[in-house]
Nanobody, 120 residues
C-alpha cells in the first residue's frame, strides 16, 4: 500500500488549499480513505473520511462547512478541499487507508504527510 500526499504549503488565514493523495498498491475502490492531521506534541486525529460508496464522515466539528473530501477511483486519487483556513488548521496532513469499505476511524496505512501552515 502506497499513499503519497501533495498540495500542502503556506496560506494566509481565510485562504484555500487542495490536498491530493495518490493511492497505489491496493484496490482503492473497495476501501474507505481518511484524511488525518497531526501537530507536534499531539496525537494524530481524524479529519474526514470517505467510504467506498462516497459517503463522508466528519471527525472534527471544527472543519464542518469548510473542508470537503472527495475521491476519484479511476484516477486512484483522494482530495481534501480546505476553505476558509484558520491558523489552528496548521498541521501535517496525512492520507490514510482503512481496511473496511465504510468509515470506522481505524486506519491501517498512511502516507508521509504534507505540511499545511496557515499564517499571515
Amino acid at each position: 500500500v502506497h499513499l503519497v500526499e501533495s498540495g500542502g504549503g503556506l496560506v494566509q488565514p481565510g485562504g484555500s488549499l487542495r490536498l491530493s493523495c495518490a493511492v497505489s498498491g491496493f484496490t482503492m475502490e473497495d476501501y474507505a480513505i481518511d484524511w488525518q492531521r497531526q501537530v507536534p506534541g499531539k496525537e494524530r486525529e481524524g479529519v474526514l473520511c470517505i467510504s467506498k460508496t462516497g459517503l463522508t464522515t466528519e471527525y472534527l466539528d471544527s472543519v464542518k462547512g469548510r473542508f470537503t473530501i472527495s475521491r476519484d477511483n479511476a484516477k486512484k486519487m483522494v482530495y481534501l478541499q480546505m476553505n476558509n483556513l484558520k491558523p489552528e488548521d496548521t498541521a501535517v496532513y496525512f492520507c490514510a487507508a482503512e481496511h473496511l469499505p465504510y468509515c470506522s476511524g481505524v486506519v491501517g496505512d498512511w502516507g508521509q504527510g504534507t505540511q499545511v501552515t496557515v499564517s499571515s
